[in-house]
C-alpha cells in the first residue's frame, strides 16, 4: 500500500455505490485522466484483516478478462485532532455501464433476454474458473457484483468476502455472503460447525444470479433474510418460473 496522499493523485467525480466496507467512487487520474473505480474505507482494526484480504486477492488474481482490474491501494492519513479514522482508498478498473442487477432493473419487463443470460453467465464462469484454478472461492456471487464495462465486458467484483482454500483441507467453513443467493451448505456452517463448502457453492450463487436475471430477484427476495436462511436448506433447489425465457 501507498502512504502517498491519493487526493493528489486521483479526482473523485462521484458516488456510483456501496461496496462490503465503503462508498465506490467514479474517479480520474489527475495527471492521465484515466477513470478508475474508488473505494474508500474507514480504516477500522476489527477490519483490517478482510480488507487486507480483500487488497491480496485483487494483486494475485485480478489479471484476467473477467475480473475487475487491480490499479493500487493508498492510506489517506487524516489528523488525529479530527477523530476521524484513516481512509484507505482501494483504486479498480472503472466498469462504466454499472452492474448486472442494474442492467436487470433498466428493461421494461425487470429481465433480460436469453441470450444476454447466457453470454453473461458464460462470462462469470470463466472468471469463476481463474478463482477456482487458484484455489479461491468468491462466497458473494449476485448481480451487484458483476459489472459490465461500457464495450460489454464482463468482470467480477467485490473480493471482500473471498476465501483462499487451504491447499490441503480445500474447504471452508465460515458463514458469509449475500442471503438470498447463499448455496444451502454456506448456510448450513452457522447451524453445524462441521459443516464445510467448497468452491461448487460459487455455482449455486451463479445460478441464482441468473435466475435474478430471468425474473428481476433472487427466489425468496419478498421474505425476511432469516426466513430465506432458513428456507434455502430445506426446500427443493430454485427453478424458472413457467413462462419466464
Same mark, same amino acid.
Given at each position: 500500500?501507498?502512504? $502517498? ?8 467525480i462521484? #458516488?456510483?455505490g456501496?461496496g462490503?466496507?465503503? $462508498?465506490?467512487?467514479k474517479?480520474? @487520474? ?7 473505480a474508488?473505494?474508500?474505507?474507514n ?5 483490517e ?5 480483500e487488497?491480496?486477492m485483487?494483486?494475485?488474481?485480478? @489479471? @484476467? *478478462?473477467?475480473i475487475?482490474?487491480y490499479y ?7 489528523p488525529?485532532s479530527t477523530?476521524?479514522?484513516?481512509? !484507505?482508498?482501494l ?8 452492474? #448486472?442487477?442494474?442492467?436487470?432493473k ?11 443470460i447466457?453470454?453473461i453467465?458464460?462470462e462469470?464462469?470463466?472468471? !469463476?474458473y @481463474? ?5 479461491v472461492i468468491?462466497r ?6 458483476v459489472?459490465l464495462?461500457?464495450?460489454g465486458e464482463v468482470?467480477?467484483?467485490d473480493?471482500g468476502?473471498?476465501a $483462499? !482454500?487451504d *491447499?490441503?483441507?480445500?474447504r471452508?467453513?465460515?458463514f ?5 443467493w447463499m448455496a ?5 456452517c452457522?447451524?453445524n ?6 468452491? *461448487? ?5 451463479l445460478?441464482?444470479?441468473a ?9 425468496? #427476495?419478498?421474505?425476511h433474510?432469516?426466513?430465506a !436462511?432458513?428456507l434455502?436448506?430445506r ?5 424458472l418460473k413457467?413462462?419466464?425465457?
Open positions: 500500500m501507498c502512504s $502517498q496522499d491519493p487526493a493528489g493523485i486521483f479526482e473523485l462521484e #458516488v456510483v456501496n462490503t466496507y465503503g $462508498q465506490v467512487y474517479g480520474r @487520474h489527475v495527471k492521465t485522466s484515466q477513470l478508475a474508488i473505494k474508500i474505507m480504516i477500522n482494526e476489527d477490519e484483516e478482510e480488507i487486507k484480504m487488497i491480496n485483487l494483486k494475485k488474481y485480478s @489479471h @484476467h *478478462r473477467n475487475a482490474t493500487g491501494a493508498f492510506i489517506k492519513k487524516l488525529s477523530g476521524k479514522l484513516d481512509q !484507505l482508498w483504486v479498480m478498473e472503472f466498469c462504466g455501464s454499472g452492474s #448486472v442487477t442494474d442492467l436487470v433498466s428493461t421494461k419487463s425487470n429481465s433480460l433476454k436469453e441470450d444476454w447466457a453470454y453467465c458464460r462469470i464462469l470463466r472468471g !469463476l @481463474h478463482l477456482h484454478q487458484n484455489k468468491h458473494d456471487i449476485k448481480g451487484q457484483n459489472l464495462t461500457d464495450s468482470k467480477l467484483v473480493f468476502v473471498s $483462499q !482454500l *491447499r490441503t483441507v480445500g471452508r467453513n465460515t458469509i455472503g449475500t442471503p438470498y444451502p451448505e454456506v448456510i448450513a452457522d447451524e460447525p462441521d459443516a464445510t463448502y467448497d468452491s *461448487r457453492s460459487d455455482l449455486w450463487s445460478g441464482i444470479t435466475l435474478e436475471m430471468a425474473e428481476g430477484h433472487p427466489p425468496l #427476495v419478498d421474505m433474510p432469516m426466513r !436462511l432458513f434455502i436448506p426446500n427443493a433447489p430454485p427453478r413457467r413462462g419466464k425465457k
